[in-house]
């Protein structure tokens, strides 16, 4: 499969997201607490992660965390929070070695203290690496995103460093917490639900969409593929008329 991605005359993505969903739903399905469906989910993290590096993918962006998801049981949050402190501390120097470089998106102020650090540590480390840019969105909100990319300019503006009439969607774009990497030429959603939950919704302005039934943990390789395959298949004509 591997090789027929990749193979002469198409065009691998550039940048993929993807939407974690269906922790819960797995946990449920096998009578289990959701945080086994969490712990779970990490393993599928780690293989996708080592997939999209392997596969040649240049960004990988992960929707871990929701700005609204900290409307959640305190003790889910609490199980959430332990998992990712795991995964900052067992997974950095893996990702390190392999040559993926994290960054973390979002509104770290609501993330516990040593959750900041160990976040800032990362990214200090690996922020070198070039196999793979791997984003992680924690805390995060597409809407939010916005209000603080237009705070900026409107900062800049009364401050009168900026003028009004050289704001575009370039500028604009550059002020985002993404503002330094592509936009996403592929989003995908597990678990079945069709719609993107106020993730990214300047960047994906032109992105294709891959929704499929598979809950997250159960998300492999393959399904990767697969959705990239489907991503070959679209005519991506970006306003103007087909070239079909």
Known sequence: MAEAIARPGRTMPRHVAIIMDG????????SLPRTAGH????????DVVKAARELGLPYLTLFGFSAENWRRPETEIFDLMHLLR?????????LHRAGIRLRVVGDRTRLAADIQAMIGNAEEMTR???????????????RQEIVIAARRLAEE??????????????????????????DPDLLIRTSGEKRISNFMLWQCAYTEFVFTDILWPDFTRR????????????????GAVSSR
């Open 86 to 94: 795991f995964y900052l501390r067992s997974e950095i120097a893996e």
């Open 157 to 182: 503006v009364a401050a009168g460093r900026l003028a009004p009439e050289a704001i575009d969607e370039a500028l604009f774009a550059r002020n985002l917490l993404t503002g330094d990497i592509p």
């Open 23 to 30: 922790n819960g739903r797995w946990a449920k399905s096998r």
């Open 39 to 46: 712990r779970k989910g990490v393993e599928a993290v780690r």
């Open 128 to 142: 070198a690496n070039a196999e793979l840019k791997l984003t992680i969105a924690l805390s995060y909100g597409g």
């Open 223 to 238: 399904e990767l593929e697969n959705a990239i395959e489907e991503f070959h298949r679209r005519d991506r004509r970006f």
